[in-house]
C-alpha cells in the first residue's frame, strides 16, 4: 500500500472509530472526547507501527520519542482534531493522518468523518472559484487577531469554524477562501492538512510567507496561512499594515 493509500485508510479507519464511540450514547462531554482521543491515537499508532516500522511518529496523544528527529520520514498524526467539537457532537472535527520528508508536508489525508469525506494529497479536486467577496474562516471561540484585521482590510465575510482541519479543507471545499491562524497550534494540527492543500495547488506557508518546517525538536507551530496564490500579496500586505510594517 503506497503512503498515500495508507494514510487516507487510517484516516478513515480512525474516523469511523469514532463515530461508533460518539454513536453509542454511552458518553457525554467531555469524557466522550477524551475517549475518542484515547481510541483513535491506539488505533492510529500501533497501525502506523506496525505499517511502517522505521519510520518516526509524533502524534498529539502519545509521549513524543527523540528518535523521530533522527528520520528522514515522520508521520504526523492528530487522533482528533477538534476535540471539543467532536465531543460537543458537532460535524467541525477531523482526523489528520500525514507524513514530513526532510521536514516538507508530503503526504497527507484528513478526514472529515461526520461530513463523510476523506481528503487527500494523491486524489485531488478542483478548488471552486473565489466568490466576489471573499470568505476568511477563523475559530469560532478564540478568531486571531491577525486574521480579524485582515477580514477588515480585505471586507471579508467571516466563516466561524471549528477544528484547524476543518478549516482548512473548507478552502478546498470551496465553503471559505482563505485560512488565518496565529498561536496555540502544533505539528499535528497542520502537517496533514498542510500536504493535502499544497497537493490541492493551494499556498501554505506561515504568516510572513515562508514555508511551514515539520519534524523540529520543538513541535510549537505559531502561524499558519492557507488560500488560492491569487490571494497571497492582498494577505501579506494587509498584515504587514496591521503589524505597522
Not at 493551494?202 to 523540529?216: A, E, F, K, M, T
Request: a negative charge; charged letters at 25%; one cysteine or more.
Amino acid at each position: 500500500m503506497s503512503d498515500a493509500a495508507l494514510a487516507a485508510h487510517l484516516a478513515a479507519e480512525a474516523g469511523r472509530l469514532l463515530l461508533t464511540v460518539r454513536d453509542s450514547d454511552m458518553l457525554e462531554g467531555k469524557p466522550l472526547g477524551e475517549a475518542g482521543d484515547a481510541i483513535a491515537n491506539r488505533f492510529l499508532v500501533a497501525a502506523l507501527r506496525a505499517q511502517r516500522p522505521e519510520d518516526g511518529l509524533l502524534s498529539e496523544e502519545e509521549k513524543d520519542c527523540p528518535i523521530r528527529l533522527d528520520r528522514r520520514r515522520v508521520w504526523i498524526v492528530d487522533p482528533v482534531d477538534g476535540t471539543r467539537e467532536y465531543a460537543e457532537r458537532r460535524e467541525d472535527w477531523a482526523v489528520h493522518v500525514g507524513l514530513a520528508i526532510d521536514g516538507v508536508p508530503t503526504i497527507g489525508a484528513v478526514a472529515l468523518p461526520a461530513a463523510g469525506l476523506v481528503l487527500r494529497s494523491d486524489r485531488t479536486m478542483p478548488v471552486p472559484p473565489a466568490p466576489p467577496r471573499l470568505r476568511l474562516v477563523v475559530s469560532r471561540s478564540r478568531p486571531a487577531r491577525e486574521a480579524m484585521a485582515v477580514a477588515e482590510a480585505l471586507d471579508a465575510e467571516l466563516v466561524p469554524m471549528g477544528s484547524a482541519g476543518a478549516k482548512a479543507m473548507s478552502v478546498i471545499l470551496g465553503q471559505s477562501d482563505i485560512y488565518l491562524h496565529s498561536g496555540g497550534q502544533y505539528e499535528w494540527d497542520s502537517c496533514a492538512p498542510a500536504a493535502v492543500a499544497l497537493a490541492h495547488g493551494l499556498h501554505v506557508s506561515q504568516l510572513d510567507g515562508s514555508p511551514l518546517v515539520y519534524n523540529r525538536h520543538d513541535t510549537y507551530m505559531p502561524d499558519l496561512m492557507i488560500c488560492r496564490h491569487a490571494h497571497v500579496a492582498p494577505v501579506l500586505e494587509a498584515l504587514a499594515r496591521a503589524q505597522g510594517r
